[in-house]
């Protein structure tokens, strides 16, 4: 039993950043499952190839850059496409977190977690939609969060950088949305990851995350794919600038 054509995506290759764990990892291997050649991508080459060897199938490669670094996304990409070939889906995933009171937030802090989760989509984005407008199609996929909506103390940086991506977001879908390549974002809710585990840890917060979503339970990795694989897909053709978010309803109630 096969999905509906409209949802077919095998034989495409993706490249998502930040995927040598976590959620980047759940949607590469969402992807790979989906029957695309993929791509996976962090600064730390030996995780790389330990993430590689878990994922199935034959067509998986790796790409170590750092995102925040312009020269290294331009050779980065150059090289991915010359290796592997033409990228026709792009996952922005790489990001971080930086608790902290605004008041004690550091500057070079606050570039870090802007130049990681904000800057990075710029010039990964930018570079890939250069060959992809070309091609005349593509899709790029910008992890946004629930933050992108919501915020609350300690994690100010954090929210701006998201809130921004949802914007960024939407204006790469004017501008390269006339050739061919639909820009959305996916916005996880409460996610159990390495970047959230100090959360899960405290008891007091998990109770409240279980509190506050209608599906009553923290996120998990997989429960992410699906929209990757809608956002990517045939399906999701005429669907650009959105924001679809995955959060067990958390964004929707008070
Ligand atoms: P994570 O477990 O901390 O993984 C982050 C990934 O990004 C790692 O593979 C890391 O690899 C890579 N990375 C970080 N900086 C990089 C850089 N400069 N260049 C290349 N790769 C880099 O995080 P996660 O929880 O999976 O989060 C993934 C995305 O989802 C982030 O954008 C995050 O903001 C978003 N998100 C997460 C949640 C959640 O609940 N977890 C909720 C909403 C949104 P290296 O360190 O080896 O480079």
């Known amino acids: 039993m096969t999905a509906h054509p409209l949802f077919d995506i095998s034989g495409r290759t993706a490249l998502v950043t930040g995927s040598s764990r976590g959620i980047g990892l759940a949607l590469a291997r969402g992807l790979a499952e989906a029957g695309c050649t993929v791509v996976l991508n962090g600064r730390d080459e030996d995780r790389l190839a330990e993430a590689a060897a878990e994922l199935p199938g034959g067509t998986v490669h790796t790409a170590a850059f750092d ?44 570039h870090r977690i802007l130049d990681t ?30 933050q992108s909506e919501v915020v609350r103390p300690g994690i100010a940086p954090y929210a701006a950088t998201k809130g921004a991506l949802k914007m960024l977001t939407k204006g790469m ?43 009553g339970r923290w996120g998990r990795t997989r429960d992410l794919v699906g929209g990757v694989l809608f956002l990517a897909s045939p399906a999701a053709d005429f669907v650009s600038g959105q924001v679809l978010y995955v959060d067990g309803g958390m964004t929707s109630v008070l």
């Open 67 to 110: 995102v925040t670094d312009g020269p290294s996304v331009a050779d980065g990409i150059a090289d991915v496409e010359e290796r592997v070939g033409p990228l026709d889906i792009l996952v922005n995933n790489a990001g971080m977190q930086l608790r902290a009171p605004l008041l004690e937030f550091t500057d070079s802090d606050w």
């Open 173 to 215: 879908c004017a501008d390269w949305g006339p050739s061919g390549v639909q820009v959305n974002g996916l916005g996880p809710g409460y996610i159990e990851t390495e970047l959230t585990q100090p959360l899960v840890e405290d008891e007091e917060f998990g109770a409240w995350v279980r509190r506050r979503t209608p599906a």
């Open 117 to 146: 989760n904000l800057t990075s989509a710029f010039l990964v984005g930018r570079e890939a939609a250069r060959r992809m407008t070309e091609r005349g199609h593509g899709k790029i996929i910008n992890i946004c969060s629930l």
